[in-house]
C-alpha cells in the first residue's frame, strides 16, 4: 500500500463521524475516532528504525502529472517527528476530549469531523515534498483550525476568534504561495528535496530574497511570531482539547516545520539568519512579558506558547548560523530547537489539559478567583507542577535541558563576526535572560495562584473537586514524559532528534550518527549558562513575590496603542470603507454595471495589445468583400441603429431579429451553411419568446438619463466595439502559436466518430462546457420553478386568511 494514502485516512473517518454520532447514541463518538490517530502512530512509529540509520521513505499519489503537481509524501527524521507529535498527541487530546466534551450536550459529530480534518491537513503538511500540495494542506489548516476555534459559534469570542486566526494565516499562506512560485520558477521544479538539492544554482537570482521574505511571512503567521502573534490569544475561545491540539503540537508548529525544512535552502543569506534570529527573540521577549499580565489560564498559557515558539525559532536561525561558523554550539542550536520542541509540546499539552480541568471543576479560567486547589485537586497540581517547571527550565525536568542549550547558543552569538552579529550580537544573551526570567514569573504565576494560596470557594461558579480519571489520564502522560525525557535525553536524541538535526542540515551532516552531541543536566561551576540560570532564578523569585508592586506597569500602555487595536480599525475601517464603496457602485441599474465591466474590458484589452505590439494588420489572406456582404452589412447596422432608436417594445424586438437574420445571412455568404442554420433555429426561437412574453415586458423607459450620461454610454459602445474590431484584426493577422483547427479536422472522424465538425466540437470536445452549460440552464428553471410555486403559495394563503 502506499502509504501516502494515510494522509488521507483521518478524513475518509471524517465521512463516518457523522453516521456514528446519530446512530449509536450509547457510546461516545471520540472513542470511535480515537482508534483513527492511535492506528497512525503505532504505524509511523515503525519508520523511526529507517530514520535512526538515515535512510527516507518516499511515496507518490499522481494529482496533475502534466503540471508535475503531486501528493508526495517524504518521511525522513524531521517529518517523522512532527507527524508521530501529530498522532500520538491527537490520540491522547482525543482520549481527554472524550471525558471533557458531554455526549449529550455537544455537537461531537462537528467537533471529530473537523478534528480528523485537521489531522491530515497536518500530516499533509509535515508530509509533503511538493510545495504546492504543501500550500493546498497549509490552507486546509487554517480553514479546519477556523471551524475548531468557532466549534462554539453562538458565542460572539468564538466566532471573533475564529475569523482573526483565518484571516492572519490565510494572508500569511497566500504570501507563502507567492514565494513558492517564485521558487519553482528558479529552481524549474515542485520538489522540495530537488530545491535543496540544486539551491546553489539560484542562490543568487534576482528572485532569491523576495521568494525568502514572502515564505518568512507564511511561517511567522502560522507560528505566531511577532507581530502576527494576536490570533492566537483570541483562539483560546476554542474547546479546551482544541488549545492543546493546535497549539501544543500542530498548527502553530506548522510555521517552525517550514523553517527548519527550508533552513538548507536559505540558510546561507544573511536576511534568513537576521529575520529568523531576531523575530523569534522579539517573540520571545514581547510573549514572556505580556504573559504575566494575563488573568485568564488559557491566556497565560497562550502568551507562553508565544514566547516558547519564539524560543524555537531564534535557535532555528541560530542553528543556520553553522552554515558560516565552525563554531560546533551553532550545530547545536538545531539540536536545542528540534529537543526543545519536543518538550514543548508534552508540557504545553499538558498544561493546556490541566486549564481545562481547572474552568469544568470549578467553573472558571479567572486565576483572580482561583487559589488553594491543591488539596482538593492534588493530582491536577501534581501535572500542573511538572508542566509549569519544565517550562521555566528548571531540573530535573525536560524543559531544563533544553533550556540550557538554547542559553548556550544565544552566549555563542556575541563571538560571531559575520553579518554585523559582532556589533549587534551582545543583545542576544541579554535579551534572552531577560525573556527567561519572565518565563520563570508566569510559570510560577500559572501554577502558584492557581492552586496554592488561600482558598476561595464562595468566588467560584460551583464547588471545586478533582476530574474523573479519564480526564487526567492524557495529562498524566504528558507530565511523565516530561520527567522521563529529563532522564533519558539522549535516547530521545538518538531515536527522534538527531535524525531531524541530520534532514535541516543536510549540508553539514550526512547520517544521524555524525551528531556528535551529548546532553547532560550538569556541566560544571564554570559554565556561563549556569550563572544565568542561577541569576535568572534568583531575579524572578524576588519579581514574583513583589509582583503586586509593579504589576501596575501593564496599564500605563494604552489600549487603543497595541496591536489588537491597530488590527480591529483596520478591519472597521475595512468594512465600513468598503460598504461606502459598494453603495457608490451598487446603483440598482444593470446597465451602470455593464458599463463598469466593458470599461475594464476595454482598459485592459487595449493595454495588453499596446504592452505586446499586437497591433498588427494583414488582409492579404482576408476574402473579397462581396455586393451581397456590404448590403447585408449596411441591414444589420440599420437593424442595430433603429434598436436604439426604438420607441416601442415591439418594434426593438422586431429590429433584434433582424439583427440576428443579418448575421445568419453572413454565414451564407461566407459558406458556413451549419453556422447559418444554428443561427437562424436560435434567433427564431429568441424572437418568439420575446413575443410570448410581450405583454409581461416593462414599457420602454429612459431612467431620466442626462444627455452627458447618453454621451457617456455612447463612447463606452464604441470603444468596446472598436476594441473587439481591433483584437479581431489582431488575431487574424499574427498566429503566435498554431491553429487548434487542423486538430479538429485530423481527430473529427477518427477521434470523435463524427462528421459534423461544429456537433463535434459542441458534444465532444467542449462536453463538459456544454454538460455545465446545460446544469446552469436546470438550476435555472428549477429556481423559476420554485418561484411560481411560492407565488402560489403565498396566494392561497392570502385566500385562506381572508
Known amino acids: 500500500?502506499?502509504?501516502?494514502?494515510?494522509?488521507?485516512?483521518?478524513?475518509?473517518?471524517?465521512?463516518?463521524?457523522?453516521?456514528?454520532?446519530?446512530?449509536?447514541?450509547?457510546?461516545?463518538?471520540?472513542?470511535?475516532?480515537?482508534?483513527?490517530?492511535?492506528?497512525?502512530?503505532?504505524?509511523?512509529?515503525?519508520?523511526?528504525?529507517?530514520?535512526?540509520?538515515?535512510?527516507?521513505?518516499?511515496?507518490?499519489?499522481?494529482?496533475?502529472?502534466?503540471?508535475?503537481?503531486?501528493?508526495?509524501?517524504?518521511?525522513?527524521?524531521?517529518?517523522?517527528?512532527?507527524?508521530?507529535?501529530?498522532?500520538?498527541?491527537?490520540?491522547?487530546?482525543?482520549?481527554?476530549?472524550?471525558?471533557?466534551?458531554?455526549?449529550?450536550?455537544?455537537?461531537?459529530?462537528?467537533?471529530?469531523?473537523?478534528?480528523?480534518?485537521?489531522?491530515?491537513a497536518m500530516l499533509g503538511v509535515v508530509q509533503s515534498d511538493n510545495v504546492i500540495s504543501l500550500y493546498l494542506f497549509?490552507?486546509?489548516?487554517?480553514?479546519?483550525?477556523?471551524?475548531?476555534?468557532?466549534?462554539?459559534?453562538?458565542?460572539?469570542?468564538?466566532?471573533?476568534?475564529?475569523?482573526?486566526?483565518?484571516?492572519?494565516?490565510?494572508?500569511?499562506?497566500?504570501?507563502?504561495?507567492?514565494?513558492?512560485?517564485?521558487?519553482?520558477?528558479?529552481?524549474?521544479?515542485?520538489?522540495?528535496?530537488?530545491?535543496?538539492?540544486?539551491?546553489?544554482?539560484?542562490?543568487?537570482?534576482?528572485?532569491?530574497?523576495?521568494?525568502?521574505?514572502?515564505?518568512?511571512?507564511?511561517?511567522?503567521?502560522?507560528?505566531?511570531?511577532?507581530?502576527?502573534?494576536?490570533?492566537?490569544?483570541?483562539?483560546?475561545?476554542?474547546?479546551?482539547?482544541?488549545?492543546?491540539?493546535?497549539?501544543?503540537?500542530?498548527?502553530?508548529?506548522?510555521?517552525?516545520?517550514?523553517?527548519?525544512?527550508?533552513?538548507?535552502?536559505?540558510?546561507?543569506?544573511e536576511v534568513w539568519v537576521w529575520l529568523v534570529t531576531g523575530i523569534g527573540l522579539l517573540t520571545l521577549f514581547w510573549g514572556s512579558v505580556f504573559a504575566v499580565k494575563q488573568t485568564d489560564l488559557k491566556a497565560i498559557l497562550a502568551f507562553s506558547t508565544v514566547s516558547q515558539l519564539g524560543l524555537i525559532m531564534s535557535l532555528l536561525g541560530a542553528g543556520a548560523i553553522a552554515y558560516h561558523s565552525d563554531d560546533p554550539i551553532f550545530k547545536f542550536a538545531i539540536f536545542a530547537a528540534i529537543f526543545h520542541l519536543i518538550n514543548h509540546a508534552v508540557f504545553k499539552g499538558s498544561l493546556f489539559m490541566i486549564a481545562g480541568i481547572v474552568d469544568h471543576e470549578t467553573g472558571t479560567r479567572d486565576i483572580r478567583k482561583l487559589g488553594g486547589l491543591m488539596s482538593i485537586m492534588p493530582i491536577s497540581f501534581t501535572v500542573a507542577f511538572i508542566g509549569s517547571m519544565s517550562m521555566a527550565g528548571l531540573p530535573p525536568f525536560g524543559g531544563f535541558l533544553s533550556k540550557e542549550l538554547f542559553l548556550q547558543s544565544m552566549l555563542a552569538i556575541r563571538s560571531f563576526d559575520l553579518f554585523n552579529f559582532g556589533t549587534w550580537g551582545i543583545l542576544f544573551p541579554i535579551i534572552a535572560w531577560i525573556a527567561s526570567v519572565f518565563t520563570f514569573i508566569y510559570s510560577f504565576y500559572f501554577v502558584v495562584k492557581t492552586f496554592m494560596g488561600k482558598k476561595k470557594k464562595e468566588a467560584l461558579p460551583i464547588t471545586p473537586h478533582e476530574a474523573p480519571l479519564g480526564m487526567l489520564i492524557a495529562p498524566v502522560i504528558l507530565a511523565s514524559l516530561v520527567v522521563a525525557i529529563f532522564f533519558i535525553p539522549n535516547l530521545v536524541g538518538k531515536l527522534l532528534v538527531k535524525p531531524a538535526v541530520v534532514a535541516i542540515q543536510s549540508g553539514l551532516y550526512k547520517h544521524p550518527s555524525e551528531v556528535d552531541i551529548h546532553v547532560s543536566a550538569w556541566h560544571g561551576f564554570d559554565s556561563p549558562e549556569l550563572w544565568m540560570t542561577i541569576t535568572l532564578i534568583a531575579v524572578g523569585t524576588i519579581l514574583f513575590i513583589t509582583m503586586a508592586r509593579w504589576k501596575n506597569l501593564y496599564d500605563i500602555q494604552p489600549h487603543y496603542f497595541s496591536l489588537n487595536a491597530l488590527y480591529d480599525s483596520v478591519m472597521v475601517l475595512s468594512e465600513s470603507g468598503m460598504n461606502k464603496l459598494s453603495r457608490f457602485y451598487m446603483t440598482g441599474l444593470i446597465r451602470s454595471y455593464l458599463i463598469y465591466m466593458f470599461v475594464?474590458?476595454?482598459?485592459?484589452?487595449?493595454?495588453?495589445?499596446?504592452?505586446?505590439?499586437?497591433?498588427?494588420?494583414?488582409?492579404?489572406?482576408?476574402?473579397?468583400?462581396?455586393?451581397?456582404?456590404?448590403?447585408?452589412?449596411?441591414?444589420?447596422?440599420?437593424?442595430?441603429?433603429?434598436?436604439?432608436?426604438?420607441?416601442?417594445?415591439?418594434?426593438?424586438?422586431?429590429?433584434?431579429?433582424?439583427?440576428?437574420?443579418?448575421?445568419?445571412?453572413?454565414?451564407?455568404?461566407?459558406?458556413?451553411?451549419?453556422?447559418?442554420?444554428?443561427?437562424?433555429?436560435?434567433?427564431?426561437?429568441?424572437?418568439?419568446?420575446?413575443?410570448?412574453?410581450?405583454?409581461?415586458?416593462?414599457?420602454?423607459?429612459?431612467?431620466?438619463?442626462?444627455?452627458?450620461?447618453r454621451v457617456g454610454n455612447l463612447i463606452v459602445a464604441a470603444a468596446v466595439g472598436i476594441t473587439v474590431t481591433l483584437v479581431a484584426l489582431s488575431a487574424h493577422s499574427q498566429k503566435f502559436i498554431p491553429s487548434i483547427s487542423r486538430y479538429y479536422k485530423e481527430t473529427v472522424a477518427t477521434e470523435a466518430g463524427g462528421g459534423n465538425i461544429v456537433n463535434v466540437i459542441l458534444v465532444d470536445y467542449r462536453g463538459f462546457d456544454t454538460l455545465f452549460e446545460i446544469a446552469v440552464l436546470a438550476i435555472a428553471g428549477i429556481g423559476v420553478i420554485a418561484m411560481i410555486r411560492l407565488r402560489q403559495n403565498r396566494k392561497e394563503n392570502t385566500n385562506e386568511n381572508k
Open 1 to 120: 500500500m502506499e502509504f501516502v494514502l494515510l494522509i488521507f485516512l483521518p478524513i475518509l473517518a471524517a465521512f463516518f463521524v457523522p453516521m456514528l454520532f446519530k446512530r449509536i447514541k450509547v457510546i461516545h463518538t471520540g472513542w470511535f475516532v480515537l482508534f483513527v490517530p492511535l492506528t497512525l502512530f503505532i504505524y509511523y512509529i515503525g519508520y523511526i528504525g529507517i530514520t535512526m540509520n538515515g535512510g527516507t521513505a518516499v511515496s507518490e499519489l499522481s494529482w496533475i502529472p502534466s503540471l508535475g503537481i503531486s501528493f508526495v509524501s517524504y518521511i525522513d527524521g524531521l517529518s517523522l517527528l512532527f507527524t508521530l507529535l501529530i498522532t500520538g498527541i491527537g490520540a491522547l487530546v482525543v482520549l481527554y476530549s472524550i471525558f471533557y466534551l458531554d455526549k449529550n450536550r455537544e455537537k461531537l459529530n462537528n467537533f471529530y469531523v473537523y478534528l480528523l480534518i485537521f489531522m491530515s
Open 138 to 269: 497549509w490552507e486546509l489548516t487554517s480553514i479546519s483550525s477556523f471551524l475548531l476555534i468557532g466549534y462554539w459559534n453562538t458565542r460572539d469570542r468564538s466566532r471573533f476568534g475564529a475569523l482573526k486566526s483565518m484571516m492572519i494565516t490565510v494572508f500569511g499562506g497566500l504570501m507563502m504561495l507567492g514565494g513558492f512560485v517564485l521558487l519553482s520558477i528558479m529552481g524549474g521544479t515542485y520538489s522540495i528535496r530537488e530545491l535543496i538539492a540544486n539551491s546553489s544554482t539560484f542562490i543568487g537570482h534576482e528572485f532569491f530574497i523576495l521568494a525568502l521574505v514572502l515564505i518568512l511571512i507564511g511561517a511567522f503567521t502560522k507560528s505566531a511570531q511577532f507581530p502576527f502573534y494576536i490570533w492566537l490569544p483570541d483562539a483560546m475561545e476554542a474547546p479546551t482539547p482544541v488549545s492543546a491540539y493546535l497549539h501544543s503540537a500542530t498548527m502553530v508548529k506548522a510555521g517552525l516545520y517550514l523553517v527548519a525544512r527550508l533552513t538548507p535552502l536559505f540558510a546561507v543569506s
Open 600 to 709: 475594464f474590458i476595454v482598459s485592459i484589452t487595449t493595454a495588453t495589445l499596446f504592452i505586446r505590439d499586437a497591433f498588427k494588420l494583414d488582409m492579404s489572406s482576408m476574402a473579397p468583400i462581396s455586393v451581397f456582404g456590404v448590403m447585408t452589412a449596411f441591414i444589420l447596422v440599420s437593424a442595430v441603429c433603429m434598436i436604439l432608436f426604438a420607441k416601442t417594445r415591439l418594434a426593438a424586438i422586431i429590429a433584434l431579429g433582424a439583427v440576428g437574420y443579418s448575421v445568419a445571412l453572413f454565414f451564407i455568404i461566407f459558406k458556413a451553411p451549419d453556422l447559418a442554420l444554428t443561427q437562424l433555429v436560435i434567433e427564431t426561437v429568441s424572437v418568439a419568446l420575446f413575443l410570448l412574453a410581450f405583454q409581461r415586458l416593462p414599457k420602454l423607459k429612459d431612467h431620466g438619463e442626462s444627455k452627458g450620461l
